[in-house]
């Protein structure tokens, strides 16, 4: 192949990577397979002496295809040259000193601000057009509302979500929803949102690392000799400023070690280091390049990589049916831990890298944190694409979303599906399996585990190395979790119940009808609907529900696999009549001799009494300890006649030693 057709393919895959991963956020070839491929380009171009006008070397960021109203940049915003060579990266100062500072990974947004108030934020889009994110960009976390300077400030930084806030926003979505991949991809499109409310849920921070300029009220101009100036300046007026350290050629090496040990806990992501020339007159002296400017460089760290052998292609199956690829290989060491898999994200990857079992592979940690295959020394090509869901058995379907191809299963019965019916199981109101989370669940699915819930109890017995060999899960956890299993063999019917994921029975309805059945499941299950609707809070569409549920045959298989792996406690029988018999409290406010609400709650449905959220007219009493409080719920219930009464009122009404009403 020659140069010019060598470099045309090399362009359109290069484009095509990167369209998928800034547009989608899809990532269809390995970070260093694609810096390579760019090196390779970039030689032929110097060789050749022509530079196509759609070469990834020419084009900056990405392109601009959201609703967001866009703005151009009054001069084209560049990218940075790059190196992974430390004596190179120090030979670049030539004798000058220099500014050293970590390259986050984010997205770069430009702020400007008049009048002490920021007036306008635009991202850096694809270098010469932007998009404008003033409400947003007032969401972000540490972001000063108001700054000391009167006059016309334009400063350039990064928009990211940390590693912890990033946990955060995780932690927040409902159970079932899925989870956010990675901070750099969670925070681009959190930026960019139609709605300011979205972006401030995002936990989005911003970290200047350029001053642009600074002009006073009359129009002249704030000056500056150095760039550690600027940031000191910057500082002063509320902004946080990207972690650095002025540096020489001699010191660069020793610095560029204190970054690498510190990127393994550094709250920001980050993927390399930026070089700045500290003297701001002769940096701009040096001008630019068509992409470059040649007062800074940028540095990506040099991988550590480690040849290993290609045990097995793993195919995990997620809640969405995609199924993904995991290699795992022979243990070896890198970046100070020791790695056994890495994420092949999809099948163009796979086929791409030609992976068979038995290949010697060289793999790495993408920024020091994330195990990739770097390549394939064998290419062997023997590992096929499963044709059946190793789950469930049933034919896979490849399909092609933002240029890669992805592997699917279909079908609407596969267990994993189901994640979220194997979450409400193990939910505190239900089986309560402490620190068993809905990313554990995915992976015991995934890897084959667990089919059906009575499957978490024989787990110890049968799968305990499939388990323990699942990525973040080691002996240590596994037994944890097996004795928090065991622990939950330990329940009440109703739990139970509840747990088994009816529609329209929660907690309260489950104790309901166990009371009413005598803690008899399996009378329950072969209740009529008119005896389910006769249970006074039931009625006749739960009972509907409740009995579509245990006419299914596998449904009631499971009910008795389950009644033969917990136990329940003998229960003390209630008293036959008390205060709280038949009587409906709402509680509200804070408490004070009762743990929490739940315990409370529990303790009135023990004696008979039911609990509601919200006053009605079928309210008995309103608890709330604060009785003269002006709240909705005390208003509600002044407007209804009904009692509102303190926590040591209800304990006087429950003994029957009063009765407040």
């Known amino acids: 192949m020659d140069d010019i057709k060598r470099m045309d393919e090399l362009i359109r895959i290069l484009n095509e990577a990167s369209y998928a991963y800034y547009q989608t956020g899809t990532e269809i070839m390995p970070n260093h397979e694609y810096d390579a491929m760019y090196d390779e380009l970039l030689e032929l171009e110097q060789k050749t002496g022509m530079v196509r006008a759609d070469s990834p070397t020419v084009k900056v960021g990405y392109e601009v295809m959201s609703e967001l109203p866009k703005e151009r940049h009054p001069s084209r915003m560049l990218s940075l040259d790059k190196t ?14 220099g500014v050293l500072s970590w390259k986050m990974d984010g997205l770069t947004v430009v702020l400007t601000y008049e009048n002490h108030e920021l007036l306008k934020a635009v991202t850096r889009g694809n270098g010469e057009v932007g998009e404008v994110i003033t409400p947003n960009a007032k969401t972000f976390l540490n972001l000063p509302k108001k700054i000391p300077f009167s006059g016309r400030l334009v400063l350039r930084g990064e928009a990211v979500i940390r590693y912890d806030d990033f946990d955060v926003v995780n932690a927040s979505l409902p159970e079932g929803e899925e989870k956010y991949k990675n901070p750099r991809n969670l925070c681009s499109g959190s930026v960019r949102q139609l709605n300011s409310a979205v972006t401030a849920a995002r936990r989005v921070r911003f970290y200047a690392f350029a001053l642009i300029s600074a002009n006073e009220p009359d129009g002249s101009e704030v000056s500056f000799d150095l760039v550690t100036d600027q940031f000191d ?3 002063k007026q509320g902004f946080d400023v990207v972690e650095h350290f002025q540096v020489t050629s001699d010191t660069v090496p020793t610095q560029v070690q204190y970054f690498a040990k510190a990127i393994k806990e550094n709250p920001v992501p980050s993927d390399g280091l930026v070089l700045v020339l500290n003297d701001i007159a002769y940096g701009r002296s040096l001008g630019t390049t068509a992409k470059f400017p040649r007062n800074a460089i940028a540095f990506k760290w040099a991988d550590e990589t480690a040849e290993t052998t290609l045990r097995e292609i793993f ?7 995609r199924i993904n690829p995991v290699a795992v290989f022979d243990p070896v060491e890198l970046e100070g831990t020791t790695v056994t898999r890495a994420s092949v ?39 096929p694409i499963p044709d059946t869901c190793p789950i469930c058995g049933a034919k ?15 079908s609407a019965e596969c267990p ?29 699915i995934g890897c084959g585990a667990l089919h059906t819930p009575d499957d978490l109890f024989h787990m110890k017995d ?7 060999a699942l990525e973040g899960i080691g002996e240590k956890s596994f037994d944890n979790l097996t004795a928090a299993i065991e622990a939950a063999r330990e329940t009440t019917p109703a739990a139970l119940l509840y747990g088994l994921g009816i529609a329209g029975i929660g907690p309260a309805n489950a104790k309901v009808l166990c009371r009413a059945f005598g803690q008899d499941l399996l009378a329950i299950a072969d209740a009529n609907e008119e005896d389910l609707a006769a249970v006074s809070g039931i009625g006749p569409v739960l009972a509907a529900s409740v009995h579509a549920y245990m006419s299914d045959e596998q449904n009631r298989e499971l009910l008795k696999r389950l009644l033969a792996e917990v136990h329940f406690p003998q229960e003390e029988a209630p008293a036959a009549q008390t205060a709280v018999s038949g009587k409906t ?21 023990s004696l008979g009494g039911k609990v509601s959220g919200s006053v009605s007219a079928n309210t008995d009493y309103l608890i709330n300890n604060d009785t003269t409080s002006s709240s909705s719920k005390n208003k509600k219930a002044a407007q209804l006649g009904i009692p509102v009464i303190s926590e040591e009122e209800f304990r006087a009404l429950a003994s029957n030693d009063a009765d407040p009403a």
């Open 416 to 444: 994993i599906k189901h994640l979220k019916a194997f979450a409400l199981f193990v939910s505190r109101d239900a089986l309560n399996v402490d620190g068993l989370s809905e990313a554990t669940l995915e992976k015991l």
């Open 462 to 468: 049968t799968q305990r190395e499939r388990v323990i």
């Open 396 to 410: 896979t379907q490849i399909r092609e979303e933002n240029l890669a191809r992805e592997l699917y299963c279909p």
């Open 345 to 383: 994200h999809n099948v163009s990857i796979v086929e791409q890298l030609k992976l068979g079992i038995g290949d010697t592979i060289r793999v790495y940690k993408a920024n020091m944190i994330i195990p990739q295959i770097a390549e394939n020394l064998t290419q062997s090509g023997n590992s």
């Open 315 to 321: 195919w995990s199956p997620s809640r969405t049916g």
């Open 84 to 97: 992974k060579d430390v004596d190179a990266l120090a030979g670049f100062l030539s004798g000058h000193e």
């Open 233 to 235: 300046w910057l500082a």
């Open 585 to 605: 409290f709402v509680i509200t406010g804070s408490l004070n001799t009762f743990e929490n609400r739940k315990q409370l709650v529990d303790y009135i449905e």
